[in-house]
């Protein structure tokens, strides 16, 4: 069974850093394509980063490039997301998702998500 559990949400001040973690079990973790999506409250998701499965190719969405850093290390199987200068608007419900893979923007496999609060 498939299963990603994210970790190392909380309430931050602007300006501050959190990372966050992703758990990924019952699948070849290192031949996945991994994502970051989130969801504010009151709107659709939002991808955010995406990391190709050997971890040497990264992508970031313009609103988090330059403060957000994704990275991965499959012999932990595990995925990570390092925010620093949080702003209010990156306030979200974050997941992890595994690609599917040769659709692109297509999502399989879905965390359960950890709360990101920046307020002050």
């Known amino acids: 069974e498939v299963q990603l559990v994210e970790s190392g949400g909380g309430l931050v001040q602007p300006g501050g850093s959190l990372r966050l973690s992703c758990a990924a079990s019952g699948f070849t973790f290192g031949t996945y394509d991994m994502s970051w999506v989130r969801q504010a409250p009151g709107k659709g998701p939002e991808w955010v980063s995406g990391?190709?499965?050997?971890?040497?190719?990264?992508y970031y969405a313009d609103s988090v490039k330059g403060r957000f850093t994704i990275s991965r290390d499959n012999a932990k199987n595990t995925l990570y997301l390092q925010m620093n200068s949080l702003e209010p608007e990156d306030t979200a419900v974050y997941y992890c998702v595994r690609d599917m893979p040769f659709v692109a923007g297509g999502y399989d496999y879905w965390g359960q998500g950890t709360q990101v609060t920046v307020s002050s």
């Open positions: 990391i190709n499965s050997g971890g040497r190719t990264t």
